[in-house]
């Protein structure tokens, strides 16, 4: 019989069950058992949490951006020497391929904690200057003050690093909170962390999205960030309004991919299926939605729907596999829900069905034949499906592409280079992406517009989002 793992808060530098002794299962969804429990945090832990990360700001605050990189530095080191166990942790919440994590997340991740550590020492600001006779003026960036973070079940660890980093890198104090299906590799990280951070620097509480919403309405932080769904973003900004705290979205996705007819087919359909089933599709990035110009349309889809039927999902010990199952069962309900609702004109060309009788995996699936009203078309699907729409000319590719209410990511395929100037300029999204699609560096900023939120993560960008500005005057005379 195999024992049931026990997951704890961290707060205040040690492990804690939640103060009223509630918890939730967490089910691996490969086999949609419960192998853990993690605690379903209320208002008690979050006031300790709030508390905890309020005391140690000022010291924290106080530390030389040197002392803070050293520590950010250490961290990553730390994840390095325990890959292993970062990676069986994410795997065992969430199903993804071992092979890949190692390779696609791991490294990334600790990059990324590098880059923020490097940041920590490149603050800049206006250079000090006399504005105004016999005063002198110049510009503080300081830190916010306590972060109240909310990381989604997609990417558990690289969601966490994407909050944290930045936010101590600044001089924050972090309370971050995973998804309540998948809190272990979480758990793992506040571990972590704590063997090198002053106690109460980050803090790491389980919980559902009451336990999310007592974060974004607690008086204590000053600023509340979320990595999820559209309609968390909004519960998450309209509590956080309510005194007036600052709000860092980074929501849902509708990535447009359009396919010109001077494109290599082959290359687009090889890079575009691995982007659009990578995750099992659950990325707000994906290359879901490809619009293909009506030249090449029928000749594209075969080939898509070719590859499609040549990539396999399963167990994340199989080498062969791109992607695992879905996250859970909602999520495995939502995407077969799109498929059993497709209208009349659209055609599955590949995949379309459950795969198993056991865990939550879904085939590779290639739609046709969808109008631009579609439901699929308009709404995030967050699946291994990639839906098709033949468009005539670039004007029409444009307002396609921008024809829904998400504005996170892009790809242009062609090769006229006036054509990727243009399409980079009118495509109202924050990423656009020229013949690849999906590629992230830690040097360049992660956001979207519209209803994709709003703040940058990675980057230099997202590293401001983290300080506030502060002017300070003086007089010559005094």
């Not at 029928?298 to 062969?320: Q, Y």
């Amino acid at each position: 019989m195999t024992r049931t793992k026990i997951l704890r808060n961290h707060i205040d530098g040690e492990f804690r069950d939640a103060a009223d002794g509630r918890t939730t299962a967490v089910v691996n969804p490969v086999t949609g058992a419960a192998y853990a429990t993690a605690p379903l945090s209320g208002q008690v832990d979050v006031d300790a949490a709030m508390a905890a990360a309020a005391a140690a700001f000022p010291a924290w605050r106080d530390a030389t951006p040197a002392e803070r990189q050293k520590a950010l530095l250490k961290i990553a080191d730390a994840f390095e020497e325990r890959a292993e166990e970062l990676i069986a942790a994410e795997v065992e919440n969430t199903g993804k391929p071992i092979g890949l994590t190692r390779s696609e997340e791991i490294p990334p991740m600790i990059d990324q904690i590098r880059f923020f550590a490097g940041a920590a020492r490149m603050l800049e600001g206006r250079s000090a200057g006399e504005y105004m006779e016999g005063l002198t003026s110049f510009v503080r960036r300081e830190p916010i003050g306590v972060c109240a973070q909310v990381a989604p079940w997609n990417y558990p660890m690289m969601m966490a690093v994407w909050k944290f980093a930045p936010a101590l890198a600044a001089g924050n104090t972090v309370v971050l909170k995973p998804s309540d299906t998948t809190p272990a590799s979480t758990v793992l990280i506040a571990e972590i962390i704590g063997s090198i951070l002053p106690k109460g620097v980050f803090n790491v509480i389980c919980g559902d999205r009451d336990t999310g919403r007592l974060m974004a309405e607690h008086p204590t932080p000053a600023m509340a960030s979320i990595t999820g769904s559209l309609r968390a973003g909004m519960s998450v900004a309209e509590s956080a309004a309510k005194d007036v705290k600052r709000v860092h979205l980074e929501l849902g996705g509708k990535a447009p991919v359009v396919v010109f007819e001077d494109t290599d087919i082959r290359k687009a359909v090889e890079d575009i299926s691995v982007a659009g089933y990578f995750n099992a599709g659950q990325d707000c990035t994906a290359a879901t939605r490809v619009l293909v110009q009506e030249s090449i349309h029928d000749e594209f889809v075969a080939a898509l729907a070719k590859a499609a039927a040549e990539t396999k999902t399963g167990h994340p010990d199989d080498e062969d596999v791109l992607y695992g199952p879905l996250n859970n069962p909602s999520q495995l309900k939502q995407v077969a829900g799109f498929i059993e609702r497709l209208p009349a004109h659209a055609k599955v060309e590949a995949g379309g069905h459950q795969v198993g009788e056991t865990g939550y995996f879904y085939a590779p699936t290639v739609v046709s034949g969808l109008r631009q009203n579609d439901e699929i078309i308009q709404q995030e699907v967050f699946g291994p499906v990639i839906t098709v729409q033949s468009f005539r000319d670039e004007d029409q590719a444009v307002e396609w592409a921008n024809g829904v209410d998400y504005a996170l990511a892009s790809s242009v395929w062609t090769k006229d280079h006036g054509r990727t100037m243009r399409m980079s300029r009118k495509l109202d999204f924050g990423c656009v992406w020229i013949n690849t699609h999906i590629p992230l560096v830690a040097e360049m900023p992660h956001g979207g517009f519209k209803k994709s939120g709003y703040g940058k993560d990675l980057s230099a960008y997202g590293f401001e989002d983290y300080t506030r500005i502060k002017h300070v005057m003086t007089s010559l005379d005094a």
